[in-house]
């Protein structure tokens, strides 16, 4: 679904490190979403979406806090696109995971990757160049 791709590369190792390991999970998502053997999905899409979670927590800091070394003008606002992200991915209902496992997996997804291309691409590729 979503890989690694050279245009994602800020030219800043660390956050394009952590860029990988984001789009590592999105990938073991899909991965699940194919999975025709797996029928009850429910606890390793909590478990994908608890590791999500944590891990952009994590790459968030790390992010913002190399803007600040670096007087990144653009700080705040990115700081915003971050906290939104974050909100969107604590309104996960876990109750409509069970109706639907494998739409819900898909909708996390859709959402993800999306999010994740733009805001690389649109972003955070302006960090490694400021």
Not at 7 to 20: A, L, N, P, R, W
Not at 33 to 44: A, E, G, I, Q, S
Not at 79 to 92: D, R
Request: net charge negative.
């Amino acid at each position: 679904m979503i890989k690694w791709r050279e245009e994602y590369s800020t030219g800043v190792q660390s956050i394009d490190e952590q860029h990988k390991k984001l789009i590592e999970i999105a990938d073991r998502a899909f991965k699940l979403l194919k999975d025709d053997f797996c029928v009850d999905k429910y606890d390793k899409i909590v478990s994908i979406l608890e590791e999500l979670k944590d891990y952009t927590v994590y790459h968030f800091q790390s992010e913002e806090e190399y803007m600040m070394s670096i007087r990144y003008k653009k700080l705040f606002s990115h700081k915003a696109l971050h906290e939104k992200f974050i909100e969107k991915i604590n309104e996960v209902d876990f109750n409509k995971i069970d109706e639907d496992q494998n739409e819900y997996i898909l909708g996390i997804l859709e959402f993800i990757v999306t999010w994740i291309e733009n805001h690389i691409l649109g972003n955070d590729k302006l960090i490694g160049k400021d």
